[in-house]
């Protein structure tokens, strides 16, 4: 369980987390979706603690962090080490092969051997219909082929939770299909995972948990049957802004 109690985060000029409270169930997929600015990109990053909030309690498993006190980096580790983010635009090691790319972390950090590690990370690749690039370089790859290798290496660390931030929204629509079918077959598998994402049809179909944030509030939590089905007057504001023809009625 992944629990956030009266998180609250300002920018200078902005409140960009308002008295948020949510818990995150293991095995669910939440997608989490809102308006630009609502506060989706800093909710995520607070979850893996990138994004430091200003106050309010940050639980996983038993263990809970008071976020107004300073953090260890033994708490900052534990956290990242139970949460994996991906991102808009991963980055890989250039240097490095896709399969160097995917033991990286798992070998230095986890301290997994190299053919425990290498083993694991062809597993991975393949689930992702990516075994083939084990010995290409990063440059070698589509974008579609390398979020999905960065989704890949993200589970090689066998997180918690995958937290993944618009992880399409830089890709073709045929390659973000590639990346959408691969986090559909994962939120079947019940990986947990939280994403945020503006694909609406994606959502309806692998997410168990909504959220709608508006103004750095939850504005919605619940089912994607209600949410897409019997939604509120602002959410049917919002999906109808999706619609090309916003005369179209359902
Ligand atoms: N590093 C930052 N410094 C100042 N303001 C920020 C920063 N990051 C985000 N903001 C502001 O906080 C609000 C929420 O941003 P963000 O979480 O990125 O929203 P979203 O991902 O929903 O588009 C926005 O008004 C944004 O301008
Ligand atoms: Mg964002």
Redesign the pocket.
């Given at each position: 369980m992944l629990k956030l109690e009266h998180i609250d985060k300002r920018?200078?000029?902005?409140h960009?987390l308002q008295d948020i409270n949510v818990t995150f169930n293991p095995h669910e997929t939440t997608v989490i979706v809102?308006?630009?600015?609502?506060?989706?990109?800093?909710?995520l990053r607070s979850l893996n603690l990138l994004e430091r909030p200003d106050s309010g309690k940050y639980t996983i498993d038993d263990r809970t962090i008071d976020l107004s006190q300073p953090l260890t980096t033994e708490t900052l580790l534990w956290v990242r080490r139970k949460t994996g983010m991906v991102f808009q635009q991963p980055r890989m090691f250039d240097h490095l092969t896709i399969m160097g790319n995917m033991i990286e972390a798992p070998v230095h950090v986890l301290k997994q051997s190299k053919a425990q590690a290498t083993k694991h990370a062809h597993e991975l690749l393949a689930a992702v219909d990516l075994d083939n690039t084990a010995d290409r370089y990063p440059y070698q790859l589509s974008g579609g082929q390398t979020q999905r290798v960065a989704i890949a290496r993200a589970l090689a660390m066998a997180p918690d939770y995958l937290l993944l931030d618009e992880p399409t929204s830089a890709l073709d629509p045929e390659l973000e299909a590639q990346v959408l079918r691969v986090l559909n077959d994962l939120a079947h598998e019940n990986q947990s995972m939280i994403i945020?994402t503006h694909n609406m049809d994606f959502a309806r179909h692998a997410a168990d948990r909504m959220l709608f944030?508006e103004d750095?509030k939850i504005n919605f939590d619940g089912t994607p049957d209600e949410f897409f089905n019997n939604p509120t007057e602002r959410i049917n504001r919002f999906l109808n802004a999706f619609k090309f023809n916003q005369n179209e009625t359902e």
């Open positions: 920018y200078t000029e902005h960009a809102g308006p630009s600015g609502s506060g989706k990109s800093t909710l945020v944030l750095g």
